[in-house]
């Protein structure tokens, strides 16, 4: 196939560009201090810049970066947001300090490197679309989609992980596509093993990232014509996956030593915890710390998913049912008059539900065979709500941000639907008009109030 885009349509994607830049770098310093999850990875960040021992539940890829960002920016030290201890009945604490100001943290500069990713999303979804065979309407419509909606904006301008999840995934799926341009006929192979590479980058940030190689996968077998791992075997596709969660785990322990990790999670799990012990004799083997650290990993995975976490429970948690109406928003800061609250673009993540039920119902009820691209899309949104219905399922709490990645595949679907363009120009108009009334909450700011 040809990869034919007209200077209009490249016109088109520059100015959205453009308008996600400006979106994600405005008042990008404000508030100066930690926002909700940011304490974790800006105290991570510092801790592998210092080459110091912690903990977190997450692969290490997506601090690996802010770690080497915070390195290049002067961090020396470790400079602790968040704090572990053990309570009197010898339970795992955590104290935060999210009303603490930054100091002379390099906080701008975290937020800015999950700024980039944010942006890089644009070109990334648009491509994606182009490749799928959406058309140019379409494709347009899309990414403008993603470039206005809330949830997205705010998770890639905070020092979160998701940005670079949403990045890796999407570079994946261009990756795979690519390979049927006729520019890259001859490299076929070559693309698919970059693909997985990327797509497995996706897992090494979360494991939920995964997702988006799942879609793939079942793609794949359900023999999609635009979407499969040819020329490669599904055990060479896995294993190529698996790369970067290994490869990030040995520079982790090339960066930190092991016992220095393992000091840390002596305070989570107990310094007379038995695991401990095991994990310090799996050093004697071959590749033994990162075998051991690997190991460590998988069991507090393990432990957090049921026990620590399957108990806990949030306010703000919610189900995936609740997702598309965006049910329980999420407030990550408030200030003396002014409140930052995760919420999406309610109208784009809702009309982008009825799309998709609208497609499986509308069409797939009535024995209309999908075209390639809309069946992948399905997939993709399925294959990226799938493992919150099975973390539900053993009791661990989700939050509205993880519809994040079907919020693309959705958005796209609802691209897909407009059949002229005085329809297209009123669905824009509502996801604007949603966008910027909900837009005070994204930065935290009073209605029209664009000082800092």
């Known amino acids: 196939m040809n990869l034919a885009i007209s200077k209009k349509e490249l016109a088109g994607i520059i100015v959205l560009i453009a308008i996600s830049s400006f979106l994600h770098l405005f008042r990008l310093g404000a508030p100066a201090q930690p926002i909700f999850d940011e304490v974790h990875f800006a105290t991570y960040a510092s801790y592998y810049a210092s080459r110091q021992g912690f903990w977190d539940i997450h692969p290490p890829l997506g601090k690996l970066i802010y770690g080497g960002v915070a390195k290049i920016t002067g961090v020396k030290e470790p400079q602790s947001f968040i704090h572990f201890e053990r309570d009197d009945q010898n339970r795992p604490i955590i104290h935060t300090a999210n009303d603490e100001p930054w100091n002379n943290f390099p906080y701008i500069s975290l937020r800015a490197t999950s700024a980039v990713a944010g942006i890089l999303l644009i ?3 648009f491509l994606l679309a182009r490749l799928l065979g959406l058309g140019s309407l379409p494709s347009f419509l899309g990414t ?15 020092i979160l992980l998701d940005g670079f999840l949403l990045f890796f995934g999407m570079l994946g799926f261009v990756l795979l596509l690519l390979k049927h341009v006729r520019f890259f006929e001859k490299q076929k192979l070559l693309m698919t093993v970059l693909s997985a590479l990327a797509l497995g980058s996706a897992g090494a940030v979360k494991l939920t990232g995964f997702g988006f190689a799942l879609a793939v996968f079942i793609a794949s077998m359900a023999k999609n014509e635009k979407v499969n791992i040819a020329p490669l075997k599904k055990w060479h596709f896995i294993g190529l996956l698996l790369i970067p969660l290994f490869l ?45 650290i690997f190991a460590a990993y998988t069991a507090n995975v393990f432990l957090t998913l049921t026990a620590g976490l399957s108990r806990m429970s949030h306010a703000a948690q919610s189900t995936v049912l609740g997702w598309p109406l965006s049910i329980k928003p999420i407030p990550y800061w408030i200030g003396s ?18 799309a998709l039920v609208w497609t499986v119902f509308g069409k797939m009820l ?15 949104w399925l294959a990226n709500v799938i493992p919150y219905l099975l973390i539900t399922l053993i009791g661990r709490p989700t939050y509205l941000y993880h519809y994040l990645p079907a919020v693309i595949f959705s958005s796209l679907l609802l691209a897909a ?19 910027i009334l909900i837009l005070p909450l994204t ?5 029209l109030n664009f000082g800092n």
Do not use: C
Not at 338 to 344: D, K, L, V
């Open 123 to 125: 070109p990334l979804v």
């Open 144 to 158: 403008l989609f993603i470039t206005f909606d809330n949830g997205i904006l705010l998770q890639t301008r905070l």
């Open 248 to 292: 990030s785990f040995a520079i982790q322990q090339i960066l930190i030593p092991f016992e220095e990790e393992l000091t840390y999670l002596a305070v989570i799990l107990g310094t007379e915890n038995r695991g401990i012990e095991f994990f310090e004799s799996i050093k004697t083997l071959p590749f033994g710390n990162v075998l051991a």
């Open 337 to 354: 008059s002014e409140t930052i609250s995760f919420i999406g673009n309610a109208a784009l993540w809702f009309l982008g539900f009825l």
């Open 366 to 380: 009535r024995k209309i065979v999908l075209p390639p691209a809309i069946h992948f899309l399905l997939i993709a």
């Open 417 to 435: 639907i407009p059949q002229n363009k005085n329809f297209a120009i009123v669905i824009i108009g509502i996801v604007l008009i949603s966008f």
């Open 443 to 447: 930065y935290g700011m009073k209605f």
